[in-house]
């Protein structure tokens, strides 16, 4: 099997005028992601809002991914639920569909210790053969995965890649310190992956790649495979703009980052649908803001594939 490494974009779900699964839109973005230099997806997962599906849906959205995909990247499923059973039940269909990994981010919503957490982790080590990315994303679960319980969970053999979605990629350079240049590491936040491919990380899953997947490939490039920061610097005060809106809400508050997304794809000439609620469109002052990001951009519309 091959080593994940690049950009592995989180894929959003496309949804019709009347809030459905957009199946053809969701083939079609998922042409548009290969297109831009994509070297994997995550399916299913917080991008996808995998929260506001049902389970059918996501079930769903895996089996159109995997269908369209045909082989040509490595498939990620989101496997993540709140209780362990659960989890691993998701894990389990996913490896079954085919899935080439899986990327599990902790429980949510009880403030769960550590020892219980690698229990969790540890649970769906157990049950699967395929390849698992721990990911910590302490803003979303309101836990933080420790760097030592991160070292614990991949020199035990428990997951075989790293993704921290901390903003401050610190915690990714601690973990090439203490783990080697061997390591697995992604950077899974959007605000600060200069400093995280600069301190070793050798993937990023971001979101924001799926408004331009052909720049967001080419920074990644740049940095981890010709190392040259100068040019990556270029590349990133273009992508900065949108990842500016994408991930610094307004007094405080959360951004509306799946919406900004979506709203970016609209701007580009392709409708891919609004998000669900209880997420909400944006506000007519981001929208403008992002209109104008977009602009400063350089970016023409680019409309939907002629599907195969």
């Known amino acids: 099997m091959s080593t994940f490494r690049g950009l592995y974009p989180p894929l959003i779900t496309p949804f019709t005028a009347d809030g459905a699964v957009d199946e053809a839109g969701l083939r079609d973005h998922v042409e548009f992601m290969l297109e831009g230099g994509s070297d994997g997806f995550c399916a299913g997962s917080s991008t996808g809002e995998f929260m506001n599906l049902d389970r059918a849906e996501w079930e769903q959205v895996l089996g159109i991914v995997k269908e369209q995909v045909r082989g040509r990247v490595p498939l990620l499923a989101g496997g993540a639920w709140m209780a362990t059973a659960h989890t691993v039940e998701r894990c389990r269909f996913a490896e079954k569909a085919g899935y080439d990994g899986i990327l599990l981010i902790a429980p949510w919503y009880q403030v769960h210790t550590e020892r219980e957490l690698y229990a969790h982790f540890k649970a769906v080590r157990e049950a699967i053969s395929i390849p698992i990315m721990v990911y910590n994303n302490p803003p979303v679960t309101g836990t933080r995965l420790s ?95 949108f990842v500016e809106i994408a991930t610094v ?8 980052w799946i919406a900004v997304i979506k709203r970016g794809l609209e701007l580009r000439g392709r409708n891919v649908g609004s998000v669900r609620a209880p997420m909400l469109p944006l506000t007519d002052d981001v929208d403008r803001r992002l209109a104008v990001a977009v602009k400063s951009m350089g970016l023409t519309a680019k409309p939907k594939l002629a599907m195969a």
Not at 201 to 223: D, K, Y
Not at 249 to 256: N, S
Request: aromatic share 14%; hydrophobic share 40%.
């Open 147 to 241: 760097v030592e319980l991160l070292e614990r969970l991949y020199r035990d053999g428990i997951c075989q890649y790293l993704k921290d979605a901390d903003s401050d990629p610190y915690a990714i350079a601690r973990l090439r310190m203490r783990l080697g240049d061997s390591a697995h590491l992604f950077y899974g936040h959007d605000n600060n992956a200069m400093g995280a491919f600069a301190f070793g990380a050798t993937g990023w899953v971001s979101g924001t790649a799926n408004f331009c997947p052909e720049l967001w490939s080419q920074f990644v490039h740049t940095c981890i495979d010709d190392g040259d920061f100068v040019k990556a610097r270029k590349l990133w005060y273009r992508i900065m703009p």
């Open 249 to 256: 809400g307004v007094g405080g508050e959360r951004a509306d």
